[in-house]
Each structure stands twice: as structure tokens, then as C-alpha cells.
């Protein structure tokens, strides 16, 4: 069984300071992993995903995300934030035919 | 292209009474999901189809049903309203085009409160 675990559920950051969200996994089988994004009073839309191949997976709006298999792990970075960047991000997992997501983080960009 | 809609955007229901959700998608996906979403527990799918005329239970099905009998919609159905289903729903839907992991594109969401 697949399962997702983001580490924080709320992430304040200054405008132009980098950003890192957590996320872990589990599966017992390939997994292929994703980013979205929830503006609010929006759905989610996809940030990047890794499917196979290189690592370090880039995204749009300057976001990417780096698979480590031993750590199973998926963090998303971003090297300098936005006010409008403020959002929540759901790491997601599929896998034998689901899509897990995880609970969320919340990002808030400060001025 | 509209992509994934969702009708209606909010409603209120007082326990009991019924309610249809409607999904609407114009990809000619072959999936179609269902989730809701609630403070700190991410979506959590309800029910799914992988086509037209199937349905299948998600990991909290109790309390709904769900029908597709056209493949770009997919109807959720609260047969009696309880407060514990006051959340916001999210329909999504997937094409099965190249790869089943393909990524789903979601609806803007039904914020649904029943009183």
C-alpha cells in the first residue's frame, strides 16, 4: 500500500527567501510522484511530476523537486518566493492504480 | 476548452435532504474521480470511474452514490445530508492516453455545508 506524509503542515517564509516542502513515501511497488498546487478557492492544479530518469524534476513557476529512492523522498524547492507563490501544495504518489495524496502544506509568503 | 466543471459552486442543506453534484469534462478523459477535501487531511477520493457506465468505491464511499452514464459526467449523489459531510468536493478526471499515470485535472471545487 502506498501512503504520503508531508512533513509540515504550514510553511511562513519571507518574499525572496528559498523554500523547502517536505515529503515522504512509502510503496511497495514503482511509484510515480507529483507536486500540485491549491490557489486559494481554487482545485489543484499540477506543479511537476517524476515519472523515471533524472532526479531532479523541474516544474513551472520556478519550482523543483528532487527524488531521493533511499530516503523516499520528494521535497519541493524553490529558490526565491513570491507573494503570489502563497498557496497549498499536496505531494501525491500513484501506484497500483490510485493516487495518494498527501495532507498538504500550507505556504504563506510574507512581505 | 473548458476543461473540468463543477455545478453547483456552494450550496447549503439542512440533514436530510438530498443534493446532486454534477461534473462536467470536455477532454474526452476516461477517468473520473470524486474526492473531498477537509482541513488537514488532504482529498480523499469517494468513488471513481474508469469509463463510461462504471463506478467503483473510493476509500470513504458511505453516504454517496455516484452514476456516469455519459463519459464526460460523473453525478454525486447525497441520498441524506449529514453535518459530517460538510466539506468541499473536487471532481477530477485522467486520460488514460500513453500512460495510466497520467495526471488528473481537477474542477474549481463545490463548497457544500449542511446544516
Known amino acids: 500500500a502506498q501512503s504520503v506524509t508531508q512533513l509540515d503542515s504550514q510553511v511562513p517564509v519571507f518574499e525572496e527567501a528559498p523554500v523547502e516542502l517536505r515529503c515522504n513515501y512509502s510503496?511497495?511497488?514503482?511509484?510515480?510522484l507529483f507536486w500540485y498546487v491549491q490557489y486559494p478557492n481554487q482545485g489543484l492544479q499540477l506543479l511537476l511530476k517524476?515519472?523515471?530518469?533524472?532526479?531532479l524534476v523541474k516544474g513551472i513557476n520556478g519550482f523543483e523537486a528532487e527524488f531521493n529512492k533511499s530516503q523516499t523522498s520528494f521535497h519541493l524547492r524553490k529558490p526565491s518566493v513570491h507573494i503570489s507563490d502563497t498557496a497549498e501544495y499536496f505531494c501525491a504518489v500513484f501506484g497500483g492504480f490510485k493516487t495518494i495524496f498527501g495532507a498538504g502544506t500550507r505556504l504563506f509568503v510574507k512581505a | 476548452n473548458a476543461g473540468v466543471t463543477q455545478t453547483p459552486k456552494f450550496r447549503v442543506l439542512k440533514t436530510g435532504q438530498s443534493m446532486t453534484l454534477l461534473c462536467a469534462q470536455d477532454?474526452?478523459?476516461?477517468?473520473m474521480y470524486w474526492y473531498r477535501q477537509d482541513p488537514g487531511m488532504g482529498l480523499r477520493l469517494i468513488h471513481y470511474?474508469?469509463?463510461?457506465?462504471?463506478?467503483a468505491k473510493g476509500e470513504v464511499p458511505d453516504g454517496y452514490n455516484v452514476s456516469r452514464l455519459k463519459k464526460q459526467n460523473f453525478l454525486l449523489g447525497l441520498e441524506s445530508a449529514a453535518p459530517s459531510q460538510t466539506s468541499v468536493y473536487f471532481c477530477?478526471?485522467?486520460?488514460?492516453?500513453?500512460?495510466?499515470?497520467?495526471?488528473?485535472?481537477f474542477g474549481p471545487g463545490t463548497r457544500l455545508t449542511v446544516l
Open positions: 477532454m474526452n478523459h476516461e477517468y
Open positions: 470511474s474508469v469509463g463510461e457506465g462504471t463506478t
Open positions: 510503496s511497495s511497488v514503482s511509484v510515480y
Open positions: 477530477a478526471s485522467k486520460s488514460l492516453e500513453g500512460h495510466s499515470y497520467n495526471e488528473q485535472f
Open positions: 517524476y515519472l523515471s530518469g533524472s532526479t
